[in-house]
């Protein structure tokens, strides 16, 4: 079966064509709008005339394709909060780095920092401007912390701070991930400085917050451990918060982390288990229709009370189709009803196509479907059980078809015993997960046996130890492998074009299969070739100094780290990750280096520089040392100045300073990031 037979399928691929160039390109709302009613109106005349004639052109298939790409451009567009007339961007132009009285409401509770609570706000008075927009609040904690509550209203004094970008190559862009969630700026603030107001609108997070908050004061008041309450609320409730770093870890390295996120599977037992409670609605004059619209209406109450993250909401949209496809008796196909949940989905949410729950859902959910049935062919046991455990397995391997190229490009890591994981775990999920809504449903209800909460809790217990046990089996878990997007690309042209020589064996799919592991291998080689080589770089890391010299791929690093700091350090281990870099050495820190033509000079606490006809292109101060910046620059002439972390705050502005009033160039990692030097 070829999937760009079905037309939705393909006007699905040309409005994430559209999305994409419109979320890379900048076009002009109103360019956009035109182009988009220009397209439309030209799309029904061309329509309309096609219906005169019984035929349709290539013109009519040309124009519908241009037409969703541009609706594709148009939807970033009118999503963009950044062209809403009322954002505070708007506002901060003249005001820029100055502190407001701003309003804000509490929109999401995030999973804490070491030293701040973390939040979601919307933002909706500034001074005396009503504006919108969201931001993240930062508040730093202290003896007196409290948590916010999602609804609540506060006033503050502050300034929007811009949010950080990577410091070092690598490292995890958490600027252009709050970006494609339309969050620009972030405030921080203390306890003391922010003040409740006594005004609250109710919103559907606060809604769907309180009914989660109240499910848990309910469950506080049983002897369940505080990992046993967290994974309660990751699998039934679809809050991650709460669960421990190494709880969150294991189920990493098992390869079992989809478990905690609300999906299909979870979405798909809630509606099994809502079809039979209202099966009797059937009965009733018009019965499938209004059964159809509880259903839907439960899925999506279930889907706010989740939290309407991207993996529950595609799950929920997708469902929601099979729910009024299965209960009108109108026939369904798997592929139309993947691309139409896609459809539907991208046209409100337009950046969920960069999220990376939503990627691995769709390409699992697309594998399984695809590959699954070649898999479950090659085998039928004839037991029951044995049956229901091989289809397990040809399901998650399937799955790891489909997002094994994007997992390491995101990840870079592969958990060798996954299949362990799921064969135990998938089997029984659909019994935790039942059992867990019963326990949640008498719970609130008061009536929930001490017994049936200990065997609940048990059994969430054995899963983490089993997880966790899965997880410490080292030798099948491979981290740090190198994974660009060109890999990405290339190794699934390799996995399609080897399951259309399964599905098909002839000779033009031999040849499409042959030519992409031709392909992978031109990859492989551009990727060696393309490794940096004679690279020295600064990096940056806040009160120590780390720098490392690449040569013939492998990089030397010196640090003044303490063994602490030295053994949760993963900079190097980023860097390497990024540039396919295999060897590491360590050295000390040395006051000179000589890197082919350009020479560098590190000046340290001890503050010594002066050196007889030695004219360095680069000085890197470190460990903030007490000198005159202008007598050095006199005596010693570089053409650069560095900053690294290692150095007071206060020294770095006033450096900064001197070496813009002497029109020198001055690199202060802590802002610019990491300094590189290729010779």
């Known amino acids: 079966m070829k999937l760009l037979n079905f037309s939705i399928i393909k006007l699905t691929v040309f409005l994430i064509v559209g999305i994409v160039m419109g979320s890379f390109i900048l076009i002009d709302l109103n360019i956009s709008i035109a182009t988009s009613s220009v397209l439309l109106t030209l799309l029904s005349i061309l329509l309309f005339v096609s219906k ?11 124009i ?33 780095d100055t502190i407001q009285t701003i309003t804000f409401r509490i929109r999401e509770v995030l999973k804490p920092g070491y030293y701040s609570d973390k939040y979601i706000i919307d933002v909706f008075e ?12 930062n508040i730093k904690k202290d003896s007196t912390s409290h948590s916010l509550h999602v609804d609540e209203i506060y006033v503050v004094k502050t300034e929007f701070k811009d949010l950080n970008p990577p410091l070092n190559p ?15 700026h972030q405030l921080f603030v203390d306890n003391a400085s922010i003040f409740k107001t006594n005004s609250k609108k109710t919103t559907i997070f606060g809604i769907a917050n309180s009914i989660r908050d109240h499910i848990n004061s309910k469950l506080k008041k049983y002897d369940f451990k505080p990992d046993e309450l967290a994974i309660i609320n990751a699998l039934l409730l679809g809050q991650r918060q709460d669960i421990s770093e190494d709880v969150y870890d294991s189920y990493t390295n098992a390869g079992a982390i989809h478990i905690l996120a ?36 439960f899925l999506w109450s279930f889907a706010v009370i989740a939290g309407l993250s991207a993996s529950v909401t595609r799950a929920v949209t997708m469902f929601s189709i099979v729910a009024i496809g299965m209960n009108l008796k109108r026939p369904t196909n798997i592929y139309n009803t993947l691309a139409i949940s896609i459809l539907v989905l991208l046209l409100f949410k337009p950046m969920f196509l960069f999220d990376v729950g939503f990627q691995l859902s769709y390409l699992a ?16 046991p004839k037991n029951w059980l044995l049956d229901k455990y091989w289809h397990t397995l040809t399901i998650t391997i399937a799955a790891q078809f489909g997002i094994i190229p994007i997992s390491l490009f995101y990840f870079h890591q592969f958990p060798g015993l996954f299949f362990i994981s799921n064969l135990v775990i998938i089997p029984l999920l659909g019994m935790i997960l039942g059992l867990g809504i019963l326990v949640i449903l008498l719970a609130v209800l008061n009536i929930l046996p001490n017994v049936l909460a200990s065997i609940f809790g048990s059994i969430i217990g054995y899963m983490n130890d089993f997880v966790g046990w899965v997880s410490h089996q ?22 399609i074009s080897f399951f259309k020589v399964f599905f098909r064996r002839n000779y033009r799919n031999l040849r499409w299969f042959l030519v992409a592991i031709i392909v992978v291998q031109c990859a492989v080689i551009y990727t060696n070739y393309s490794k940096p080589n004679k690279q020295f770089i600064v990096f940056h890391k806040s009160r120590y100094s780390l720098i490392g010299n690449t040569i013939n791929n492998t990089i030397v690093t010196a640090s003044d780290f303490d063994s602490i700091t030295a053994s949760k350090n993963n900079i190097v281990r980023n860097y390497q990750v990024l540039n396919n870099i295999e060897g590491v050495e360590k050295e000390s820190i040395k006051p000179v280096y000589i890197l082919n033509n350009k020479k560098l000079l590190i000046v340290d606490s001890l503050g010594l520089y002066n050196l007889k006809q030695f004219n360095p292109n680069y000085v890197l101060l470190r460990q903030s040392p007490k000198i005159n910046l202008n007598r050095l620059i006199d005596s010693i002439q570089p053409k650069q100045i560095i900053a690294d972390g290692s150095n007071y705050k206060s020294y770095v502005e006033n450096w900064s300073a001197i070496c813009a009033k002497r029109k020198l160039p001055f690199h202060q990692t802590g802002k610019k990031g990491a300094f590189i030097i290729e010779y």
Do not use: C
Request: net charge positive.
């Open 126 to 137: 500034m001074g005396n401007n009503k504006i919108s927009g969201k931001s993240l609040l």
């Open 474 to 495: 080292e030798s099948f878990l491979f981290k740090d492998i190198p994974f660009s997007f060109l890999y990405v690309l290339v190794f699934y042209t390799l996995i």
């Open 170 to 184: 690598g490292q995890f862009d958490y600027k252009n991930y709050l970006e494609k969630k339309y969050i620009y």
């Open 365 to 380: 959910v697309f594998a399984i479907v695809i590959i699954d049935p070649i898999l479950y062919k090659l085998w039928r």
């Open 64 to 96: 519908a394709f241009l037409t969703m790409v541009s609706i594709g451009i148009l939807t970033v567009n009118l999503h963009n909060e950044k062209n809403f007339t009322n954002h505070y961007l708007h506002n901060l132009d003249s005001k820029k």
């Open 52 to 62: 005169k004639q019984f035929t349709q052109s290539i013109w009519f298939g040309s």
């Open 262 to 297: 609300v999906s299909g599977l979870h979405v798909g037992i809630v509606l099994l288990i809502l079809t039979i409670v209202f099966k009797p609605l059937e009965k009733l004059k018009h019965g499938r229709l209004i059964k159809t619209i509880v259903l839907v209406s």
